[in-house]
């Protein structure tokens, strides 16, 4: 997806749908996580090796535009990027669309702390540095 | 709650936490509509009698900052206020506490549709008129 | 409820429904581990009680049969009652009801384990005596 | 999967787990759901081609056993087959594998309803007949 170096695919689920016949908003938000630990497992390892380094990564907010309504079975693409890291903080922005025409977007702040103590940890070197190199072959739109 | 004409108290469920040991932060949307559901219940006949009028409620955004994290069983008082009514749109803001300290907060905004053709149409003058009415007891803090 | 010395009550919420616009048959698992939660604070000084104890309650079965359909904000009833509690294991049978009505029931089977090894652990005395206690107080139907 | 004419594969998501640090055993009931429709969508026109024809399957009875705990981002296959097809019941039998081991195994029970009405209809021939192509195609084990 242009303006993404990542792009992940889900299918609505049946149990995601409400009684409105349409995908409920709040699976969006499994979805983009879904999308995040794809990313990382593509980019940087993978999400589960944060945490094997006693690193948690917390999500601080969530923010979800919804344009069109998604139904059971849709195929979503979400385009992902990931960018302002500082420190322990960074953000990821997405997009989600079917069939070209885009059903939401929205980004997540996260902060990484110690699994002990949930004390405010920096972001691994390692980690800054595998996602500097994946966002930095594609150009922000 | 100050600032809040209207509060919902729930639990946290095990089926709601996750592997970080805390409530995932997806629950937070669900409990946001729970507590925006039974706001309705108290102030403008139910969400069940805007469906009834052929009316759908859709959520076209959702915003959320995390502050703490709650755990299992945690018992959350989610503050829960409605505004900015225009039209076919209406935003509601929430902050969701435990014993006095805030865990969440944020807002989420809504568009009222046909149910039959997903067009826009205004929110029903009875709903604006309960939900004005609920809202000037409490002034905003 | 007749024959069981617990009842819980849930509220179907909107995210609960699916888009045959009735409560989704995996949201009453949920419910029977809400309603499970319920019983254990009321007569066993809470889950959180066994797992402070080094112990975790895994779920080993599930068995449910749906009669009727549940809807958005219907009230449900969970009769629940413990019982076959031997060594590692106990089971807990449900009764969901509406006005009268049983919309569902089943049983779900657990296993005690020590939460550092996953090694099968006996159910503790005092939680055993708990619900036996409980139990006691009401005659199978 | 030896005996099973379908295999569908999930990967466990963050959201689906739990504070026991393992994935819920509420979110194998959604993945059967997932694997059942993948099934339909393999061999008999997919399930939204049955809620074309203006019928509902209904999940009538769950049963699962769990045998092994799945964790965050495990990647399960789940053989799939559809049997005792009469009138307007039919049943799927499942089996969820890591690695060549058995994680969890289970049935579901469906029935299918006109839906307007909700009352019984019975399978519709077509899909009975790509079901039984299906299944006469993989001998039981």
Same mark, same amino acid.
């Given at each position: 997806m242009d303006g993404y170096p990542f792009t992940h &695919?889900? &299918?609505? &689920?049946?149990a995601e749908t409400d009684a409105q016949g349409i995908a409920?908003?709040?699976s969006f938000v499994v979805w983009?996580?879904?999308a995040r630990v794809a990313y990382l497992a593509e980019f940087a390892g993978g999400y589960q090796a944060i945490r094997d380094g006693g690193i948690e990564a917390l999500t601080?907010? *969530?923010?979800?535009?919804y344009g069109r309504a998604a139904?059971?079975?849709?195929?979503l693409e979400i385009g992902v990027r990931c960018g302002e890291?500082?420190?322990?903080?960074?953000r990821f922005t997405y997009?989600?669309? =079917?069939?070209?025409?885009r059903v939401a977007h929205g980004w997540t702040a996260h902060a990484t702390v110690d699994a002990a103590t949930?004390?405010?940890?920096? *972001?691994?070197?390692?980690?800054?540095?595998?996602?500097? =190199?994946?966002?930095a072959s594609t150009p922000t739109p």
């Open positions: &695919r889900v &299918r609505v &689920r049946f409920h908003h709040a983009l996580e879904e601080t907010e *969530v923010h979800l535009e139904v059971f079975d849709d195929v890291m500082r420190g322990a903080r960074f997009e989600v669309v =079917r069939d070209g025409e949930h004390r405010p940890t920096r *972001v691994p070197a390692w980690f800054a540095e595998a996602v500097l =190199r994946a966002e």
